[in-house]
C-alpha cells in the first residue's frame, strides 16, 4: 500500500511560482512514475506532467516551459515529487493532485489534492 502527503499550493497572484511537494510512503517497490494530475472547476482531470524512476519527464503542452517535475529518489522508504510552477496564469487554477504508479493506464494511488489560484 502506498501512502501520499501533498504540500504547497495556494493563492499567487499571475505571474507568481509556487512549488507542490508529494510524498510517497509505503510499498514503493512498483512506483515506476510518480506525477501530477489538475481539476479546475467544471472540468475534466488533466495530466500535468510525469516523471519516471529514472528521471525521464513529460509535460502537457499548456505548462512547457512554466512547469518544472523533479524526484528525489535518496531514500528507500520514500519518494518524493515536486513540481515547481512558474510564469502562473489564472487558467492554472486547479485542484492539482499527486499519483504514484507502476503505469499510466491504471493509476490506484493519488494525493489528497491542493488548491493552487492564481488570481489578482
Known amino acids: 500500500q502506498v501512502q501520499l502527503v501533498e504540500s504547497g499550493g495556494g493563492l499567487v497572484q499571475p505571474g507568481g511560482s509556487l512549488r507542490l511537494s508529494c510524498a510517497a510512503f509505503?510499498?514503493?517497490?512498483?512506483?515506476?512514475?510518480m506525477g501530477w494530475y489538475r481539476q479546475a472547476p467544471g472540468k475534466g482531470r488533466e495530466l500535468v506532467s510525469s516523471i519516471s524512476r529514472a528521471l525521464n519527464t513529460n509535460y502537457a503542452d499548456s505548462v512547457k516551459g512554466r512547469f518544472t517535475i523533479s524526484r528525489d529518489n535518496a531514500q528507500s522508504a520514500q519518494s518524493t515529487v515536486y513540481l515547481q510552477m512558474n510564469s502562473l496564469e489564472p487558467e492554472d487554477t486547479a485542484v492539482y493532485y499527486c499519483?504514484?504508479?507502476?503505469?499510466?493506464?491504471?493509476?490506484?494511488?493519488w494525493g489528497q489534492g491542493t488548491q493552487v489560484t492564481v488570481a489578482s
Open positions: 509505503g510499498d514503493l517497490y512498483s512506483i515506476t512514475i
Open positions: 499519483f504514484a504508479t507502476p503505469n499510466l493506464l491504471r493509476i490506484d494511488n
